[in-house]
């Protein structure tokens, strides 16, 4: 094991993540008890922060964990954290537990949630993927019925994204009933007769602050959009596919199940979103907006 001085919180100390320990009997560790975010960080500052809180109290309640903080509690301590990982370019994960006790399915009593936040270097996505596109397949959604809460508990996540690897894609686009849900650690659009389509939130998908943005941009730049029900023939003959996340953004997929979409090039659609999407980042950067 490498050594890590990065500076991590643990349950209200900052230390280096090499000292940081968390007991085993942590019900994050042997039941995936908890929920997470992953907060990317440009030019030093935490994006879109309030619209991430927002989500983990609605993950806290979803799995009826007490938030042990205010949003100003957090703030102060993710600001800290970024501070002292040299502020720049970080992608910051934090999970929260529900803390440690003797081995029982049923909620303990008097435990404290375990607080745990960590940062590391937000690369740029690389220039291939954006010249290129990704390669996706599509499978079987096969997690459960809550899929709006972020939870730790991401078995089925890393065995679809596993399978879209061994099968030489970068993503595994998954279905639903016939409908398309999102993919395995992002958000699906697609794109037919230049109208920008996304499943419409709901237990099925994360409600991914990506998405919320990119939707927005598109709002404030008259170009249409529907957030609605989509069949996986509607994925097929789309004339763009994308996939949006914290640390990839927006993604253009330009192969779905060994078959090119569209023309099998980035569509205009997406580089019109994503020079909108790199827009809002400067903005960000120099502080016009959160
Ligand atoms: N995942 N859907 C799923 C299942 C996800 O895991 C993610 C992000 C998203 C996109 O959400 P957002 O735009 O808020 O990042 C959608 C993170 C990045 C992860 O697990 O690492």
């Known amino acids: 094991m490498t050594s890590n001085t990065d500076t991590v919180y643990l349950n209200g100390k900052f230390l280096p993540q090499d000292q940081a320990f968390v007991p085993v009997m942590d019900r994050g560790f042997v039941f995936g008890d908890g929920v997470y975010e992953v907060i990317p960080v440009y030019g030093g500052r935490l994006f879109r922060l309030a619209e991430h809180l ?86 079987e959604d096969i997690r459960w019925k809550h899929c709006h809460i972020k939870a730790i508990a991401l078995l089925p996540n890393i065995l679809l994204r596993q399978q879209a690897i061994e099968a030489g ?52 730049n008259n170009i249409q959009y529907q957030e609605g029900s989509f069949g996986l023939n509607e994925l097929q003959q789309a004339d763009e596919i994308w996939l949006s996340s914290s640390t990839k953004e927006v993604l253009p997929v330009t192969r779905l199940d060994d078959k090119a979409v569209g023309n099998g090039q980035p569509g205009p659609a997406w580089q019109q979103i994503r020079r909108l999407y790199q827009d809002y980042k400067q903005a960000l950067i120099a502080g016009e907006v959160e």
Do not use: C
Not at 192 to 202: E, H, L, Q, R, S
């Open 169 to 220: 894609a970068q993503e595994a686009i998954l279905i639903r009933d016939g409908l398309i849900t999102e993919g395995a650690a992002s958000n699906l659009f697609i794109v037919k007769d230049n109208v920008i389509k996304t499943p419409a939130k709901g237990p099925f998908l994360l409600p991914g602050i990506t998405r919320d943005l990119i939707l927005e941009l598109a709002a404030a």
């Open 54 to 139: 927002r989500r983990l109290d609605d993950s806290l309640a979803g799995i009826r964990l007490n938030n042990p903080m205010s949003h100003d509690q957090w703030a102060g301590i993710l600001n800290r954290i970024v501070n002292e990982n040299g502020a720049g370019e970080q992608s910051v994960y934090l999970q929260l537990t529900r803390g440690h006790a003797p081995r029982d399915h049923g909620f303990p009593q008097d435990t404290q949630a375990t607080v745990f936040i960590s940062s590391s270097p937000l690369k740029p996505v690389a220039e291939a993927l954006l010249k290129d596109g990704v390669a996706a397949i599509s499978l």
